[in-house]
């Protein structure tokens, strides 16, 4: 082992999906010596599986205790486009990371509750969205019942968002051996010195302050530190997939009430078919349904929302579901936090942070500088001047997770379809 005392680091960042990229990003152009260390692949969990929409607070203002959480999250829109049109000055550079749509549209079905819901969407919006007339439509929407609405919130490939962050900072990204590949030296959770090991390799590290920004892993990582696991809690989601040649590429929600009913994205696979990753209450009522269950009521919800999609020419078509915790910090109803979420413990030598949401990066990692400065600053340890240890060099590079729908097995359409009703 090199530098057994420990080589001095600014902030340790652990783990890294969006909100840990995005803070490391900050640090390093806060002139912070700061490393990021991932136990598997970057983005695991939740990030790779986002749907990568910048809500601008649309959806949250369907339902009125929402509001608060629409104003935390109304910027983020314009930061995002700025940060994907401009070099990195006020944030990462995300001019390489692949923007899939501009805007989501909006529509309702046509039913009293699905009218209603769009009405409040549109009356307690600050930034309101834009009605088209029958065509301007995507055509799948022509025939939608009421008004359609193109909402101006930019959907992003969430793997070339992790991608174009992580390229951006090389050797400061780190990767160890699974969980057990991170050791603490530390007392009431304030951590004096952690050891990183991947493969024969081992590096001690000595940090100024550390940022746990590690999703679900959060609660293992403070369990270990002798803190309450229950910090956080986890809303789960089984969501659904369809793939074909056929689908046209097409980012929107349907609205039912005060309900997403679902939420539709996509994204082209390696063979050039259109996989679509349908979330919203579709994904949240599913939890409760088996695999074959949720393919069904999915194929079933999408006969429903968009009549005039027709499955019948696609040959193709095929279906998946996947399931995954949001972890985010504990609220006492087990409700969405309204914005990104930090404890800070030790004066900000220790703090967990979830970003509620992915379009709450930036956010988050505001936050995380705001409650580390002081232990960072104050500690003497050397500063972005100072090169990135080269002992960390001896550790893997991890790379970016892959998509969830390339790990799951797929059902012929016509299985679904003939599978018991749900
Ligand atoms: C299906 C789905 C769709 C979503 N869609 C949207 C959307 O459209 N728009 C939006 O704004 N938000 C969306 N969200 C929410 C958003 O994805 C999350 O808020 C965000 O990605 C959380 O990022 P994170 O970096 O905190 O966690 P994660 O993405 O879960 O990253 C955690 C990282 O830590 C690593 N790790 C885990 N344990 C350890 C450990 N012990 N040591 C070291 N590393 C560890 C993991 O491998 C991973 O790289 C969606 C969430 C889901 C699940």
Known sequence: MSGSDGHPVGLLVIGGGI????????????????????????????????????????????RERDLEAAGAIAEMPAFWRERHESEGETGPDLRRARMSAPCTWMWRTDTLSSRLGMLGAKAALRTRPHAVE?????????????????VAEPVFDTRSVLETLARAHGRRIVGVDGIEGIEFSSAGGRVERVILRSGDFEVAIRPAAVALAAGTGNEGLRARLGLDPEAGQRRPLHMALVRSRSLPEFHGHCVDGNRTRVTITSARDDRDRV????????????????????????????????????????????????????????????LRPDDAEVVSLHGGRLVTAWPTKWALAPRLAASVLAATRDAVESSGFPTIADAVPAALDGLRRPRVAPYPWEERSWTKHRDVVSAEPV
């Open 134 to 150: 029958e065509d301007e439509r995507p055509a799948l929407l022509r025939s939608a019942p009421g008004t359609v609405l193109r």
């Open 275 to 334: 996989v679509w990753q349908l979330g919203g209450d579709l994904a949240e009522r599913g939890v409760g349904r088996d695999d074959a269950a949720q393919r069904r009521a999915a194929a079933e919800e999408l006969r429903a929302v968009l009549p005039t999609l027709g499955f019948d020419g696609m040959e193709d078509l095929e279906w998946s579901s996947y399931r995954v915790d949001r972890a985010e910090r504990r609220t006492r109803a087990g």
């Open 19 to 62: 909100a840990g990229l995005w803070t490391l990003d900050a640090a390093v152009r806060a002139g912070w010596n700061a490393v990021l260390v991932e136990a598997f692949e970057l983005g695991r969990g939740q990030s790779v599986a986002a749907q990568g929409i910048i809500h601008g607070g649309l959806k949250y203002t369907l």
